[in-house]
């Protein structure tokens, strides 16, 4: 019974989540800021979240010993992770200064949560996202 309850409860927990109901949220992604920063992130495209299936086929390119495929793993590795880290620094620029127009000066942890949310594939995000690509953050 007892473990009954616990799976129950914890089902109920993570639908929660999904759905982003505040009442399940664990505390760092609790209250209105950190919602504002989750849809600013998701309402856009974020070159960080294609990082996992690119590295997956610079995995398999490496395995091929020829000269141009370790030249293509070179620059598609130091490429996207340039790339990437830059589209996450004007991405939070961005969402800084909205976020300083909404709440008053931005808080310790918001640029942090804002990029490693920006690095996950949409998919996998954990509330998951509530605003559609191309939409933006109220």
């Known amino acids: 019974q007892d473990k009954a309850a616990r799976r129950e409860a914890m089902a109920k927990q993570r639908a929660g ?5 505040e009442k399940y949220l664990p505390a760092r992604d609790k209250g209105p800021r950190r919602r504002f920063i989750r849809d600013a992130v998701d309402s856009r495209w974020n070159i960080g979240e294609f990082m996992l299936p690119v590295m997956l086929i610079v995995l398999l390119l490496s395995f091929v010993r020829q000269s141009w495929a370790l030249l293509m793993v070179f620059v598609l590795v130091y490429g996207l992770i340039l790339v990437a880290i830059g589209d996450a620094l004007l991405m939070w620029r961005r969402t800084r200064r909205k976020v300083e127009e909404k709440f008053g000066a931005a808080e310790r ?3 942090w949560y804002a990029i490693m949310r920006a690095f996950q594939m949409r998919r996998t995000r954990m509330p998951k996202p509530q605003v559609d690509r191309g939409r933006r953050a109220a």
């Not at 989540?17 to 109901?21: F, S």
Request: hydrophobic share 40%; glycine share 24%.
């Open 109 to 111: 942890g918001d640029a």
């Open 17 to 21: 989540m999904m759905t982003g109901d």
